[in-house]
Every structure is written in structure tokens, then in C-alpha cells.
Antibody, heavy 119, light 110 residues
Framework: QLQLQESGPRLAKPSETLSLTCTVS??????????WGWIRQPPGKGLEWIGN???????HHSTSLKGRVTISLDTSKNQFSLKLNSVTAADTAVYFC???????????WGQGTLVTVSS | QSALTQPASVSGSPGQSITISCTGT?????????VSWYQQHPGKAPKLLIY???HRPSGVSDRFSGSKSGNTASLTISGLQAEDEADYFC??????????FGAGTQVTCL
């Protein structure tokens, strides 16, 4: 059974970089045709797609995040990561990692982790 | 990429059918069949209900159905039950392997 688990600092300071890792068990992150993605949800608000990375290493990001996003694979650890730089309070959210296929939605999600941006 | 438009809330009595709309543009819903729907209970991760506009994953109740017309997708819940009280989100492909979510709809069973 595929499982995803987010990990990383729960607190980030304004203007610094938010870093999260998603550890995948039950499947290899190099197996296609899936993508590995990040979605966030500010407290009390809706879901926001951040970006994804395919097994090939190809990445795609939300244009609304203005190039602040970096998503990468670590095949040796079967993990993928998110870095969001120049954070502000508006980046405070629950961050979910997930696996999906373009035509088949996102059936697998991590439990989510709350990251607060505050000095 | 602007969020897809959903009603903030929809309610119905037990046993009734309700429909949640999700309106986008010709750059997302209108141009792609890759519309999916998710159910989210408080404090939980979203659960996939519908993919590719109208397909249900294995294990999802057939009380949930999806459709699309033009720039609008819809999720219908038939035979509304108390356990269906949750937030529902639509999601569409927006081109170049990017995606956009709706703002979410809170469903209440009266």
C-alpha cells in the first residue's frame, strides 16, 4: 500500500526558505507514469496546487508562486522535496504531498503538515 | 491561474440529491477533460471521488457522479447522508501539466 509522509520544520521565518520532504513507501518514485506533487491549504481556506515532478525529473509549478518553488527527487532515499523561498505569513498553510496521474486525479495523499511563517 | 469558482455552501435533506458546480474558463475546464473532485473532512487529507470528469475510483460510492459541460463541471451527490457533510473541491488541468483547484464547497445535511 502506497504511503506518503511529510516532514520538515513546522516554523519558518519571513523572507527565509520553507523546506519539506515527502517520504514514499510502497512504491518507487522513479516508476511512471505518475507525478509527485505538493498542494497546500491555508487555515480555513481552499486547496492550492503548488507544483509537481514526474519520475523523469520534469517539473511544473504554479505561476502564482512566481518562481519561488523548487521541487526535486532524491531517488536514493525514495523521497521528493519542496523548497519555497522568500516566504511571508501568506505562506502559512497545511502542506500535503501526493501522487497523481494527469488523467486519473490524485488518489494518494500524505496526512499533511502545518507550516507557520512567523518571526 | 485563478481558482475555479464553486458555491461556498450547498445543503440538502437526507435522501435528497444535491449538485455542486465548478466554473472555470476555456483555459482549464473548457479545454481539458481532466477534472477531478475531492471530499475533505475536517483535519483530514482530501479523498478522490471523481477523475477524468465522470469516473469513480474503486471503492467510491456510486452516489457520487460527475459531469462537464463547456467551462463548468458538476458533482452530484444522490441520496444525501449525514456522512457526506464535508468540504468538496474540484480540480482541473490548466495546460502545460499544471492544475488549478476550486475554492471549495461546504456541504451540509439538514
Amino acid at each position: 500500500q502506497l504511503q506518503l509522509q511529510e516532514s520538515g520544520p513546522r516554523l519558518a521565518k519571513p523572507s527565509e526558505t520553507l523546506s519539506l520532504t515527502c517520504t514514499v513507501s510502497g512504491a518507487s518514485i522513479t516508476s511512471g507514469p505518475y507525478y509527485w506533487g505538493w498542494i497546500r491549504q491555508p487555515p480555513g481556506k481552499g486547496l492550492e496546487w503548488i507544483g509537481n515532478i514526474y519520475y523523469s525529473g520534469e517539473t511544473h509549478h504554479s505561476t502564482s508562486l512566481k518562481g519561488r518553488v523548487t521541487i526535486s527527487l532524491d531517488t536514493s532515499k525514495n523521497q521528493f522535496s519542496l523548497k519555497l523561498n522568500s516566504v511571508t505569513a501568506a505562506d502559512t498553510a497545511v502542506y500535503f504531498c501526493a501522487r497523481g496521474i494527469a488523467a486519473a486525479g490524485i488518489p494518494f495523499w500524505g496526512q499533511g503538515t502545518l507550516v507557520t511563517v512567523s518571526s | 491561474q485563478s481558482a475555479l469558482t464553486q458555491p461556498a455552501s450547498v445543503s440538502g435533506s437526507p435522501g435528497q440529491s444535491i449538485t455542486i458546480s465548478c466554473t472555470g474558463t476555456s483555459s482549464d475546464i473548457g479545454d481539458y477533460t481532466y477534472v477531478s473532485w475531492y471530499q475533505q473532512h475536517p483535519g483530514k487529507a482530501p479523498k478522490l471521488l471523481i477523475y477524468d470528469g465522470s469516473h469513480r475510483p474503486s471503492g467510491v460510492s456510486d452516489r457520487f457522479s460527475g459531469s462537464k459541460s463547456g467551462n463548468t463541471a458538476s458533482l452530484t451527490i444522490s441520496g444525501l447522508q449525514a456522512e457526506d457533510e464535508a468540504d468538496y473541491f474540484c480540480c482541473s488541468s490548466a495546460g502545460s501539466s499544471t492544475f488549478v483547484f476550486g475554492a471549495g464547497t461546504q456541504v451540509t445535511c439538514l
